[in-house]
């Protein structure tokens, strides 16, 4: 066969393109009209509240545009709206619409569905920017009587039922960019936000029993954005704290971790000793606590500090290493350490590479502070676990104020060692 023939023979190139080939091709149709239904019981919540449409992703605002284009009902949802509501800037924003996955994925090219007890399809845009899209969902009607635990929540609804499923009314509010940029509140929510109230949508009551997590969250929201707990939401969490460990383990550790990365850890462990939460979630350190509240709020007022500053929360080894080095006594530190670790892991599955690091930097802060055992300088720092150390230790004296000359001493050692291998392997 001639080259010329093979040339001839050849299938037509595809046409590359992502979103903007897509949404050019969708926008150039003809617009379908949305439920009128729907949007008559948008017009019944619309609030006074006003979000200008320059404070919303970009990225959202397309998807939000493209889904109405196709007739679909779609709105920016949940925290972003909260955050934008009390003048804080959101980092991420999600979407919710009354199309199913199936749909969204068809619609976007650059779109993939994810997830076996959420169905969600993420809208990529470039290599970094991620746009979470959520078909509007309903509460499940519970399959056995006395027992309120959730454990599918994939049934589709419509906008009032999927704010009605959300946690907290603060939550569950909607943003559409229609007529400017109204929020749409089916809860009640906007009212909260100006009395500075965390309340739950419904009876607080049943709602933590259907999903203990969402006590913990009621501490982490609480303290983050300074809101109060509604009185009925504080006596649910008082009563029903034992049963957090009905959740997996793998699901609380996640959550433990977003109360630290937070930026008002010490107000949430605050929070949570005093509607007993503690006690029943972490029950080794609500002892340490209770007898030592200065040496634990040292560590982690050092954590908030690092985050307000830099904007970003430090690694989950310097994380864990805050909560455990007050626990910690003078004698056998290591097994102390390993010990506390040990019985964590058996609750919450810790990543072992994780657990290595906590140890490793907790023993090396030790020889980092002047009452610690000797070690020598040069040779502590070709450690390779050294530099996470000295973010241990910058925790240290972000939360006592003092010792920067000492951070600055060893802060200067630290330099990265590729071909050093860790001794923890």
């Not at 009032?160 to 959300?166: M, P, S, T, V």
């Not at 070690?375 to 450690?383: A, G, Q, T, Y």
């Amino acid at each position: 066969m001639s080259m010329k023939l093979m040339t001839d023979d050849r299938r037509p190139r595809r046409r590359r393109g992502g979103y903007r080939n897509r949404h050019r091709r969708t926008a150039n149709k003809e617009p379908v009209p949305i439920d009128p239904e729907a949007l008559a019981m948008e017009a019944e919540h619309r609030s006074e509240l006003e979000i200008p449409q320059a404070l919303i992703s970009q990225d959202a605002l397309r998807v939000v545009e493209s889904l109405e284009h196709a007739g679909h009902l779609a709105y920016v949802v949940g925290g972003c709206v909260r955050d934008l509501a009390l003048g804080r800037s959101p980092k991420d924003f999600d979407v919710a619409t009354s199309a199913r996955p199936e749909q969204v994925r068809r619609l976007f090219r650059n779109a993939r569905i994810i997830g076996r007890r959420f169905r969600l399809v993420h809208v990529r845009f470039g290599q970094d920017r991620l746009i979470e899209v959520a078909t509007f969902r309903r509460s499940p009607d519970p399959d056995v009587e006395g027992d309120l635990l959730v454990a599918a929540d994939n049934v589709f609804g419509d906008p009032k039922e999927d704010a009605l499923r959300r946690d907290f009314t603060v939550n569950g509010l909607f943003y559409t960019p229609r007529d400017g940029g109204r929020v749409i509140d089916y809860v009640g929510g906007c009212k909260d936000l100006e009395a500075k109230l965390l309340r739950s949508i419904g009876d607080a009551d049943v709602r933590c029993q259907e999903d203990p997590v969402r006590m913990i969250r009621a501490i982490r929201f609480a303290a983050k954005h300074r809101l109060k707990l509604s009185p009925d939401l504080r006596k649910a969490i008082n009563k029903h704290s034992e049963t957090i460990h009905r959740c997996a383990g793998a699901r609380l550790w996640e959550e433990l971790l977003k109360v630290l990365r937070s930026g008002a850890s010490k107000q949430a462990f605050a929070l949570a000793q005093r509607t007993g939460f503690l006690t029943a979630f972490l029950p080794d350190y609500a002892a340490v606590y209770g007898e030592r509240k200065s040496a634990c709020e040292r560590p982690l007022a050092g954590l908030d500090r690092i985050v307000k500053e830099r904007g970003a929360p430090p690694s989950d080894h310097v994380l864990v290493s805050a909560l455990i080095l007050p626990m910690l006594q003078a004698q056998r530190p290591r097994a102390q350490a390993e010990k506390i670790l040990s019985q964590w892991n058996e609750v919450f599955r810790i990543p072992n590479r994780l657990r290595e690091q906590v140890v490793f930097s907790l023993l090396a802060v030790r020889g980092m502070v002047p009452e610690g055992p000797w070690v020598d300088p040069d040779s502590f720092s070709r450690r390779a676990l050294f530099a996470p150390a000295v973010e241990v230790l910058q925790v240290l004296v972000a939360g006592q104020g003092e010792g920067q000359g000492l951070l600055k001493y060893w802060d200067h050692r630290r330099q990265p060692h590729p071909d050093e291998e860790d001794e923890a392997e």
